[in-house]
Nanobody
Framework: QVQLVESGGGLVQAGGSLRLSCAAS????????MGWFRQAPGQEREFVAA????????SYVDSVKGRFTISRDNAKNTVYLQMNSLKPEDTAVYYC?????????????????WGQGTQVTVSS
């Protein structure tokens, strides 16, 4: 069992930055690939970024490439999402999730543990 707790969301103006953190419980954090997803009101949950167990591989949705960076610190059981040049369309609840698959994926069905989410609001 892994528990995930996100933090770092908030209200920011367009062009600003936020860093989301996701702290994981348990001793096996490095056994999981991690992902960030987001869900805006009335929309389906969307893949944002994923990182492999070691942190050596990453993947991003096209709309955030060059603006967002996913990273992890296995010693601290934490995954991060650095978000720069934020746009109003980035407004959503952001969720971190853990997958026990040996590869990274944008398929939310492969993620077995989820955090409660943190709200990110970008004003224009």
């Amino acid at each position: 069992q892994v528990q995930l707790v996100e933090s770092g969301g908030g209200l920011v103006q367009a062009g600003g930055s936020l860093r989301l953190s996701c702290a994981a419980s348990g001793r096996t954090f490095s056994s999981y690939a991690m992902g960030w997803f987001r869900q805006a009101p009335g929309q389906e949950r969307e893949f944002v970024a994923a990182i492999s167990r070691s942190g050596g591989s990453t993947s991003y949705v096209d709309s955030v490439k060059g603006r967002f960076t996913i990273s992890r610190d296995n010693a601290k059981n934490t995954v991060y999402l650095q978000m720069n040049s934020l746009k109003p369309e980035d407004t959503a609840v952001y969720y971190c999730a853990a997958s026990n698959m040996p590869y990274i994926s944008g398929d939310y069905a492969l993620y077995i543990y989820w955090g409660q989410g943190t709200q990110v609001t970008v004003s224009s």
